[in-house]
């Protein structure tokens, strides 16, 4: 089972012992000290579903404002997430896309991490992650960025397993005006907005457009897949050394409507021009480029007072279409590859895959919080999601031999759309239906117990259940302690369930999803109104984890449920005003994860990660920001006989100032000072990994932005 039966009564006995043994009323909490610590402190929605003071919320958790955001001088939600406790940015070799590694829980397609924007689900079907040409989410139209630290599958259901990231994007107060602003810099870089906030006709309208264009950071690299292949078959053809390909451009527009009850919003998330990255099959392509268009609208009603003041009801539909597409040839292996499959060059041209899928969802919920009993909130909902992977397209030159696991020529370049017997995916749909119900409880003076449970039932792999317990105590007026628990799954992607015609991963029907059980003890102390403190230890167990391995006696891996891993830690974070112009804000993030079938580090994520940030106003409406991030000891997988990766630490550095002659505000940013060579772990491989060295990331770079409100 997930935690030995011993273990999850045990945790069951020390909860309603605390429940009933230690349900005492404390003295009268002094107002005026209260007011002074929390008074100003962040609310947060996502831990509940209602808004709840960070300290007092049943989840260990972050808040980042717009203005925190402005602060360190972000141009993409990366860069805001990485200053999280417990999170660490890691790279896919694929378009560098983001791996947001919570607690040492690592994924190449970071399926176990939940990302919602406003809300909704951005999840997609084909590989479970946020989608495979990402390009990244500029950050102008958010107004704060809420990510809870552990599972969440109790209130938001699948895949929200390691953690839950929600950004939330301006209304018309958050930008009350317009604002246009530029920035260009380094990679020659160069990115637009215009943000438009006001009442039109009885409607709270926001209209937010944000362009940007990049040729991307160019660094080496020095070996790659190819330089392998052209080792065992006697060829020259790798790329390698030769840079990474990281050029994008996209365009986002966001609008934002509401009125009484009603809120309406829509968007366009449009990516273009975006490069393969280190290359998809980890060999350089400097050429292939990718697009996507994403469309997300949601219809929203929500009353507080629907039947009375006791009842707030919400209710939702929300669509959301995706896409991933290939704007120019992409080459898992470069012109010259030769497998020795026929005789001759066997691909001259390269080895061209161009896949495309398509994918819509659409949600409905309805969800009502009950205030009528004296100690009880009951929250309780029902929904249901359909999604539909309703096209499927591949034109390339290649197949592959399931003998040798390698790529033969198909004699030319090929449309295979719709040919079962070569196209990688079969299109397919999902429903899911669920219901959920929790309970806040205030049994006590200072005391608060939340009970929650979710089932959903899925038409593709079944029904799961997944509830949670958290124990919230004011101990003092100036100290929260928590113990929380909480389980949570991950759906099977498409691709692990249905891939076809691909030796390298081949999809498995009957798999089952992985789960996790957590158990978490956090203390939040605010010893003044300028200085707050907060610890929290975790433990987990994450179990049916999804792999492809070998089936015995072909070069053919399949999906199975056939990992386990478990992991504790500690993050400790420090929030200190020393006066009223300088800032210092900390944290510190221990983990350490085994691979439960080695006994060995699970490998990839930080073991130890310290952020540190300053902010100073030395002059009126100057303020400079000096931030620190130091990623140490990432072990490399049991399979893995590389060296351990080094460490490194990246400076950054923004300069601002603000209300010149009222309206105009100007910043400088350099990124990573000191010239670090920081690097994030390639994927293992057999018998070696394909790109030996590792994923290098950007180096020194320089950015500059103007902003203009009226």
């Known amino acids: 089972m997930y935690f030995s039966l011993i273990t999850r009564s045990i945790f069951c006995l020390l909860m309603f012992y605390a429940v009933n043994a230690l349900a005492i009323s404390l003295e009268a909490d002094d107002e005026e000290a209260l007011l002074s610590l929390y008074g100003d402190e962040e609310m947060i ?22 203005e925190d955001i402005k602060e360190i001088g972000a141009t993409d939600i990366d860069q805001v997430l990485e200053t999280v406790p417990g999170l660490h940015v890691a790279r896919s070799p694929r378009g560098y896309n983001p791996i947001y590694t919570f607690r040492g829980i690592f994924s190449q397609f970071n399926s176990q991490v939940l990302m919602l924007i406003n809300g909704i689900p951005i999840t997609n079907l ?9 390009g990244g989410l500029p950050v102008q139209s958010i107004a704060r960025v809420e990510v809870i630290r552990g599972p969440g599958s109790a209130i938001y259901g699948a895949d929200a397993f390691a953690g839950v990231i929600n950004i939330i994007t301006k209304a018309k107060e958050d930008i009350a005006g317009t604002e246009v602003g530029g920035r260009a810099g380094s990679f020659n870089s160069w990115d637009g907005w215009a943000l438009h906030g006001d009442s039109w006709g009885g409607f709270d309208v926001a209209v937010m457009l944000e362009y940007g264009d990049t040729d991307g ?5 020095d070996e790659d897949a190819q330089t392998f292949f052209d080792s065992q078959f006697n060829t020259d053809a790798s790329l390698a050394p030769g840079s990474v390909n990281l050029q994008r451009e996209n365009f986002d527009a966001r609008v934002d409507i509401s009125r009484e009850h009603w809120r309406l919003r829509a968007g366009l998330q449009r990516r273009q021009n975006v490069g393969t990255g280190a290359g998809v099959a980890q060999a350089l392509d400097p050429s292939g480029r990718f697009a996507s268009d994403r469309w997300n609208a949601d219809l929203t009603y929500h009353n507080p007072e629907f039947f009375s003041e006791n009842w707030d009801v919400t209710a939702q539909l929300s669509y959301f279409n995706t896409s991933q597409e290939v704007e120019q040839n992409v080459r898992l292996f ?26 819509r969802h659409a949600r409905f919920k309805v969800s009502t919080f009950y205030t009528g009993f004296e100690q009880h909130q ?25 003998e040798t696991g390698l790529p033969r020529p198909l004699g030319g370049l090929r449309d295979v759309t719709g040919d079962l017997s070569q196209v990688f995916l079969r299109e397919r749909d999902r429903k899911n239906y669920y219901v959920f119900l929790q309970d806040v409880w205030n049994f006590a003076n200072d005391w608060e117990f939340t009970a929650g449970v979710r089932y959903d039932h899925f038409s593709d792999f079944g029904d799961t259940v997944n509830p949670r317990l958290a124990l919230v105590w004011a101990t003092r007026y100036n100290l929260t302690t928590k113990l929380l628990y909480g389980r949570a799954f991950r759906a099977p992607s498409f691709a692990e369930l249905f891939n076809i015609n691909n030796p390298v991963a081949i999809g498995n029907p009957n798999l089952d999803p992985e789960t996790i059980e957590t158990v978490e003890l956090a203390f939040d102390y605010r010893p003044s109104n300028a200085l707050r403190l907060a610890l929290s230890l975790f433990h987990y167990r994450w179990d049916d984890i999804i792999q492809f391995v070998s089936d015995p006696g072909t070069s053919v891996n399949v999906a199975e449920n056939a990992g386990r891993q478990k992991g504790f830690g500690m993050e400790l974070e420090a929030d200190w005003a020393l006066t009223s112009n300088f800032h210092l804000l900390g944290n510190y993030a221990f983990q350490h994860s085994t691979d439960e079938k080695t006994g060995k580090n699970a490998g990839h994520a930080p073991q130890h990660q310290i952020y540190l940030r300053g902010s100073w106003e030395f002059l009126p409406h100057w303020r400079l920001t000096p931030q620190f ?9 049991a399979s893995d006989s590389r060296p351990a990766i080094n460490n490194y630490s990246i400076f950054d550095l923004t300069l601002r100032r603000t209300a010149i002659k ?49």
């Open 662 to 710: 009222r309206h105009w505000e100007v910043a400088f940013s350099v990124r990573n000072l000191f010239d670090s060579d920081a690097r994030e772990p390639s994927p293992a491989g057999n018998p070696g990994a394909l790109i030996p060295n590792d994923l290098p990331l950007s180096g020194r770079s320089f950015f500059g932005e103007i902003r203009f409100r009226f």
């Open 217 to 221: 950071q160019r660094r080496t690299i």
């Open 45 to 66: 929605s996502l831990a509940t579903g209602n808004s709840k003071p960070i300290s007092r919320a049943p989840a260990i958790a972050t808040v980042i404002t717009a």
């Open 334 to 359: 470069p012109p010259g590859a030769d497998f020795n499959s026929a005789p001759g060059i066997d691909f001259p041209e390269g080895v061209i895959g161009n896949p495309e899928v398509f994918e």
């Open 378 to 402: 009951i929250h309780a909902g029902t929904g249901m999601r359909y999604g539909d992977l309703y096209d499927v397209k591949e034109v390339k030159n290649y197949e592959f031999d399931f």
């Open 629 to 637: 991030n130091w990623v140490i000891d990432r072990s490399r997988t």
């Open 126 to 134: 084909f590989a479970g992650d946020r989608n495979q040409v990402w």
